[in-house]
C-alpha cells in the first residue's frame, strides 16, 4: 500500500503564506487525481484542491485564487501552496488520491497529516 507523508505545515500569521508537500512511497503516475483535504476540530474533512496527471486543477471556493495544487509525478510528490492564509484555514491538511486510496483495514487510507494554524 502507499504511504502518504505530509510536512510543512506551521503557525503563521494571517496573511501569511505556507508550502506544504506530501511524498508518496511509490509512483502516483497512475493516480488520475491527487489532492488536498483538510479537517478542522468538530468538522468532516473536506477537499481542498485536486490535480489530475495532466495537471487540470480544481479548488473548493474558500481558497480559490489563494490556493495552487500542484504535482511532480517524476518525485512522487503533491504541492500546495498556500497564500494569504485567515485563520479559517486553521486545520490539520492531509494528501490523498481523490477519491482517497483504500486502506488494508478497510475505508479510506489517511496519513498523519500536517498542521496548519493561523493566528489572527
Known amino acids: 500500500q502507499v504511504q502518504l507523508v505530509e510536512s510543512g505545515g506551521g503557525l503563521v500569521q494571517a496573511g501569511g503564506s505556507l508550502r506544504l508537500s506530501c511524498q508518496a512511497s511509490r509512483s502516483i503516475n497512475s493516480i488520475v487525481a491527487m489532492g488536498w483535504f483538510r479537517q478542522s476540530p468538530g468538522k468532516p474533512r473536506l477537499m481542498v484542491a485536486t490535480?489530475?496527471?495532466?495537471?487540470?486543477?480544481n479548488y473548493a471556493d474558500p481558497v480559490k485564487g489563494r490556493f495552487t495544487v500542484s504535482r511532480d509525478n517524476v518525485k512522487n510528490t503533491v504541492y500546495l501552496e498556500m497564500n494569504n492564509l485567515k485563520p479559517e484555514d486553521t486545520a490539520i491538511y492531509y494528501c490523498n488520491s481523490n477519491p482517497p486510496l483504500p486502506s488494508q483495514e478497510g475505508g479510506a487510507y489517511w496519513g498523519q497529516g500536517t498542521q496548519v494554524t493561523v493566528s489572527s
Open positions: 490535480v489530475t496527471s495532466s495537471g487540470t486543477a
